[in-house]
Nanobody, 124 residues
């Protein structure tokens, strides 16, 4: 059972930055890749970014390309999401998730383990 704990959410003005962290309890065959997803009120949870532990290959949603950066610290088993140039439409609860297979990294349903979520609010 992989446990994930997010931190770093908060309130920021449009144009500002935040860095989210997701600490995993283990890096095993059950956790070969991690992703960030977000869910705004009344909307479905959507993919934001993903990264593989081994090669560090990254994937981004078109809506965040050029503004968000996902990275990982293998020693700390922690994944980060650096969010710059934030917009009000980035307001959501952000979740990190882990999966075993290094494919379909943008597909929400393929992730087995989820964190509790952290709120990000961007004011205009």
């Amino acid at each position: 059972q992989v446990q994930l704990v997010e931190s770093g959410g908060g309130l920021v003005q449009a144009g500002g930055s935040l860095r989210l962290s997701c600490a995993a309890s283990e890096r095993t065959a059950a956790n070969r890749a991690m992703g960030w997803f977000r869910q705004a009120p009344g909307q479905e949870r959507e993919f934001v970014a993903a990264i593989t532990w081994s090669a560090g290959i990254t994937y981004y949603a078109d809506s965040v390309k050029g503004r968000f950066t996902i990275s990982r610290d293998n020693a700390k088993i922690t994944v980060y999401l650096q969010m710059n140039s934030l917009k009000p439409e980035d307001t959501a609860v952000y979740y990190c998730a882990a999966k075993s297979a290094v494919l379909a990294l943008t597909v929400l349903e393929t992730y087995k383990y989820w964190g509790q979520g952290t709120q990000v609010t961007v004011s205009s």
